[in-house]
């Protein structure tokens, strides 16, 4: 005796019945054979469901007696419950140690798939592991990733809870933006506590994973603070129940999602029920239709009770029509939990039909055909356990319509079915009802999505859905939408300013398109040309005693060598290949080294002439004579070709592309080869200088009118100046800079060498052809 009546599951308890007779008139099943049952109501009370179980178990009414052989066919085949799972565990902890089959319509949690602790233990509902995975395809779908979490205070609930946790984690689905457990029982506190953490919370997004006493609380809860804008999502505990389809509560949780049994339409079922008299097979269950009788008609049987008399209740006749009621009970479009009850009854009897002809029905054989059973229902349906004994895993998607006359219907809009690659989603989007004004789904999101050129950045003690955005930094690229990290670009790649693909990187080399090249461009071809003018101005005053005097044929020489000089200095100009960079130190080394050489040997001449103007120093002119002067200067010159030529078989000196100095540039340069080389081969170039330049400050003193030793000893001067600050300023100039650097320096050396030796003569034989005499040229000067 129950302290109430509960119409649901009377109308559970008649689809057995039903199904009982149904398979007892059917002669093609347990032909010869009647089918019985026992009908126990759990009261919702776990005590009261353990003991009804152990008294099936037993045959005992009153208590459970163990015999201690633990042998003989137990009083029933196999029993259909618990709806509850934390009663289907307690319960088949202990049947499972008889290997007793029980077949659950209604108890999903995913614990109960473990076959060591339930062996004997099946369900014709699918597991909330998969109902967990189900809401994850929904929760994707729309794009949910921050939603709340709550469930009821029983295992139920926490295993649900657990793997929520896991899958949601591993699925990269999304985050729980808070985990509440509803009380059992009237706590109006920890009600308002928990609605207010949903007010509070931006997770829009809200799913149940507890049974109807919880939610109608809650709902109410939620009623009394008007919280509104949630997207309410469904278990399948809840999902069908019509008690919460309210007016009061559907402004709240119409739009509501909810993962549903699979619906069946079983034939004949309704009239069944409408058959259903309380004196109907009064010795077997008898009682429980007159409480049903009495609580559909709202009377009692004789003798009623003295209060009922007195509040002037009335007395049931039995004569009362059941199609005259206008009572959920009756309403047999919409049978889920119905329906696994329908198919856990069939699985019994087609395993009992087998055993019966093989006259061999125990129970733990019973269990090994249950594990193979696979029919097909009158639906289409296809009835199977897997090896943990869970039913094949489908589920119908529903959702709340809101109708504008105030009513409510549940509607199917899809289903979810798992399928070996994984869960399968199908829903008719523009058939669901979304109450909210712009009639769209909500967002529930805790951080923006990260557009590409970002990667997101967790923030710091709150879950994975809660992130910054953090642009990528240079050379690093994402090309997707919340990417957690950002790709680095290939080595001649950079990031373009959106940092969302790799763009080739700018090149760089010192080019006559830009102004710094054609400036120095220019310049190398205003050297050659001038010294090109003044070969001819030379050449045309050859017979001059100003042109003579100062060995014309080092002068000469001279002028070409300085004009390679300025011309050397284009090979630095342009985009470096294999050809130019084995060109520019040979081209260089070679022509300074001719230009110096030259200079180097006029100073001789001059110290030799004015040693053999005094007594006894004739014989010094022959050693500077015509030939000798040529061989000296090939001689030097020669010692430098050597040295290009070891210096380009041993190392030579390479393009390559220098990406250090700019991470978003590609600096095109010359590498030395040999650092041992190079400063070889400058070396000998200031060696010769810095002799040339000793030997003419010597000189500097001697008394001819024009003594070309003062000009030397200025012009190495300048050529020295030139080189020793091109040496620092080389080494920190990066880049193209480095050969605009170098560059310089050549045309400046060039330029001093020209100017300081070249145009005293040019001014005197162009501007002043008076002092162009020989006379004027050995007259004496004039002492202070």
Known sequence: MCFSFDTQGFRQAMMMVFAVDEINRNSNLLPNITLGYSLYDNCGALFIGFRAALVLASGQEEQFLLQENCLGTPPVVGIVGDSYST???ATSNVLGLFRLPMVSHFATCSCLSDRQRFPSFFRTIPSDAFQVRAMIQILKRFGWTWVGLLISDDDYGVHVARSFQSDLTNSGGGCLAYTEILPWGNDP???RRIVDVMKKSTARVVMVFAHEIHIYQLVEEVVRQNVTGLQ????EAWTSVDVLQTPDFMPYLGGTLGI???????AGYKDFLL???????HNNYGNIREDFWEDIFQCRFSPPPVDWVEAGGALCTGQEDLHKVDSELFDVSNLRPEYNIYKAVYSFTFCVNI????FSLTHLKLVYYLDRVNFTTPVGDQVSFDANGDALPIYDVMNWLWLPDGTAK??????????PKGEELTLHEDRIFWNFESKQPPRSICSESCPPGTRMARKKGQPVCCFDCIPCSEGKISNETDSMECASCPEDFWSNPQHDHCVPKKTEFLSYHEPLGICLTATSLLGTFICAVVLGIFIYHRSTPMVRANNSELSFLLLVSLKLCFLCSLLFIGRPRLSTCQLRPAAFGISFVLCVSCILVKTMVVLAVFKASKPGGGASLKWFGAVQQRGTVLVLTSIQAAICTAWLVSASPAPHKNTQYHNDKIVYECVVGSTIGFAVLLGYIGFLAILSFLLAFLARNL???FNEAKFITFSMLIFCAVWVAFIPAYVNSPGKYADAVEVFAILASSFGLLVALFGPKCYIILLRPERNTKKAIMGRGTTK
Do not use: T
């Not at 309410?232 to 278990?235: D, N, P, V, Y």
């Not at 549903?260 to 079983?266: M, N």
């Not at 509607?411 to 079915?417: A, I």
């Open 189 to 191: 506190a920890e009600l």
């Open 275 to 281: 058959r259903i008299h309380p004196d109907q097979h």
């Open 232 to 235: 309410w999502l469904a278990s």
């Open 703 to 705: 008394p001819d009118n």
């Open 260 to 266: 549903a049994i699979r619906r069946g339409e079983i």
């Open 87 to 89: 009663f289907s565990i």
């Open 355 to 358: 055993l019966l002809v093989l």
């Open 410 to 419: 549940i509607q199917n809009v899809g289903e979810v079915k798992e399928l």
